[in-house]
Every structure is written in C-alpha cells, then in structure tokens.
C-alpha cells in the first residue's frame, strides 16, 4: 500500500513538473512573441520614419528645382526680350537707311533732269555761247564695280564728294565709316580702296 502511495505521489510530482515546464515554455513563447511584435513595430517605426524623411528631402529638392527653373526661365525671357528689341531697332535703323538713300536717289534723278533740261539749246532757244568757257564736270566713275558697293552705298558716296576711284582711293578708311554711319558694320572699306587704286592702275596701263 505505501509503494502505491508512493508511485501516485511521484506521478503527481512529475505531472506537475510537466505542467510548470509547460507553462514555463509557453511563457518563453509568450514572451519572445512579444519580443518580436515589439521588434516588429519598431522597424515598422524606423521605416515610416526614413519614408517621411526621404519625402522632405524629394520635396527640398523640387522646390529647389522649381526656383532654379524659374530663375533660368526669367533670364531666358529676359535675353529673348533684348534680343527682340535690338532686331527691332536693326530693322528701324535699316529701313530708314533704304528711306534715306531712295530719297537721295530720287532727289539725284531730280537733279539730273532739271540740269540736262537747263542744258539743251532747245529749251531756250538759243546754241552755246563760245566766249563763256563752261569748265569740265567732275569726273565720275561707276563705284558699283567694286565689290561690295551698291546704288545705295554708292549714292551715299557721291553725296559725300566721292564720285571717282582717285577720290574713293585716296579716301582714309575712318573717314569713309564716318560716311556710310550704321552700314560701316558691313562694309570692308579697305578692300573698296585696294579695288579703287587697282582701277587706277588698270587705267594707268
């Protein structure tokens, strides 16, 4: 009878052993769960954190870009508004010097029809008078033969006393700039003065 007493007690003993090993375990379990939920929610954390983070620094950065491109933007406004005004002002400046050089060839072409009229016998009514001595016109020499002079730069010319290639070749270079004004930016006046004493030589020979 004691030996049963004894075996009942011993596996009451270990059945208790068995349940506060269990319990024990299960309080591990427990217990490292937690553990890592807490770890869980930390990263959880710590991401949200670096997602907020990289936000701020993504909309820095476009607000950053959006001023320097707007910046850029005023400038290129800027620059393309000078550059409008100064073609604005070329095509002025060049209109009116086609104004001016169209009124001097017509008050030319004026001129030289008053005076052929004047000078016909027929016009009043009487020939040459041989005791006046009509001295000779100035000599003239068609300066369109030389590159880069047109009707216009050549009337310019002539209303400047430049009529011949003895006159245009002894011309300095600053004085005819001086004359043709604006157009000077695209005349190659030394070239026109080597050309002038070039004809002047071909006469020569």
């Known amino acids: 009878m004691g030996s049963i007493t004894r075996d009942?007690?011993?596996?009451?003993?270990?059945v208790r052993?068995?349940?506060?090993?269990?319990?024990?375990?299960?309080?591990?379990?427990?217990?490292?769960?937690?553990?890592?939920?807490t770890e869980a929610a930390r990263a959880a954390d710590r991401r949200v954190r670096e997602v907020a983070e990289l936000r701020h620094q993504v909309r820095s950065q476009l607000t950053v870009e959006r001023a320097r491109l707007s910046e850029e933007s005023a400038q290129l406004r800027e620059k393309l508004q000078g550059f409008?005004?100064?073609?604005?002002?070329g095509v002025a400046s060049f209109r009116e010097e086609v104004r001016d050089d169209l009124a001097g060839a017509r008050a030319a072409w004026s001129s030289l029809g008053g005076s052929a009229a004047l000078a016909t016998p027929a016009a009043v009514g009487v020939g040459p008078d041989p005791a006046v001595k009509v001295a000779p016109p100035a000599a003239t020499d068609d300066l369109t033969g030389i590159p880069g002079i047109g009707p216009g730069i050549q009337e310019r010319l002539n209303r400047a006393g430049?009529?011949?290639?003895?006159v245009l070749a002894a011309t300095p270079p600053d004085q005819l700039r001086s004359i043709l004004g604006e157009l000077n930016r695209l005349a190659h006046v030394e070239e026109w003065i080597a050309a002038a004493q070039g004809h002047l030589e071909g006469r020569g020979a």
């Open 8 to 14: 009942m007690e011993r596996l009451a003993d270990e």
């Open 17 to 37: 052993r068995g349940r506060e090993e269990r319990q024990r375990h299960a309080s591990d379990l427990r217990e490292g769960e937690s553990q890592r939920q």
């Open 84 to 89: 409008t005004q100064t073609l604005r002002d």
């Open 162 to 166: 430049i009529s011949s290639f003895a």
